[in-house]
């Protein structure tokens, strides 16, 4: 079973629209930490956020925005006034205390269009 | 400039030939990972390797084998390669033994085999 969950293969959205993008996970330890990477065209991978499974607090970080509900196993990635630069695909992770690696989503491709 | 070198950036190969795919991490980390992304299979976990001690292995085939070498850099040895092993292969360092810090991403390798 996958334990990270991207459902949304593309998106496109106009410039400065708001855009979401969709994160569960599923693990059954207690202590974890959650991730989002963005990949622009050129090819790497660049660390956005990190969360541990304690902290539920959301977090803004200019127009990027995170939700984190245990409740539903969710880590929403939320970006405000999208703009073209944006256009990237976006991997959520999950990393487990027991573990060892990353396990990342499918990616969700972010289209942003002028 | 993320701090994780990795080299070749492009690399064109023939089926059965054999490359080095090789990583220096960021400095004072003591942890490298290496990733495979494909197409169809998205972003796997190959292996993980500390302070020269090999921690963990993914999806690794047999075919492939890594090392990490006393000046902390690491090579990975893809052999009797076949078209599916085309994919971008990443190399990510961390300072502790797991990923819970979360990983800095080299830039990553391009592997297309023929």
């Known amino acids: 079973a996958q334990k990270v969950t991207q459902a949304q293969t593309e998106i496109s959205v106009v410039e400065k629209e708001d855009v979401t993008l969709d994160c569960v996970y599923e693990?059954?330890?207690?202590?974890?930490?959650l991730f989002w990477y963005k990949q622009p065209p050129s090819g790497e991978l660049v660390f956005l956020i990190r969360?541990?499974?304690?902290?539920?607090q959301n977090e803004i970080s200019g127009r990027y925005s995170w939700n984190f509900q245990k409740s539903t196993s969710s880590f929403n990635f939320t970006i405000t006034a999208s703009q073209v630069v944006d256009s990237a695909v976006y991997f959520c992770a999950l990393s487990e205390n027991t573990g060892n690696q990353f396990y990342f989503g499918t990616g969700t491709s972010l289209t942003v269009i002028p | 400039d993320s701090g994780v070198t990795q080299t070749p950036k492009h690399l064109i190969t023939a089926t059965g030939q054999r490359v080095t795919l090789r990583c220096s991490p960021r400095s004072g980390d003591l942890s490298v990972y290496w990733y495979q992304q494909s197409l169809d299979q998205g972003l796997q976990f190959l292996i993980h390797?500390?302070?020269?001690?090999?921690?963990a292995k993914g999806n690794i085939l047999e075919r492939f084998s890594a090392q990490q070498f006393p000046d902390l850099h690491s090579e990975l040895n893809l052999s009797s390669l076949e078209l599916g092993d085309s994919a971008l292969y990443f190399c990510a360092s961390s300072h502790n033994t797991g990923p819970h810090d979360g990983y800095t991403f080299g830039s990553g390798t391009r592997l297309t085999v023929v």
């Open positions: 969360r541990n499974s304690f902290d539920e």
């Open positions: 390797y500390y302070n020269g001690e090999e921690r």
């Open positions: 693990t059954r330890d207690t202590t974890y930490y």
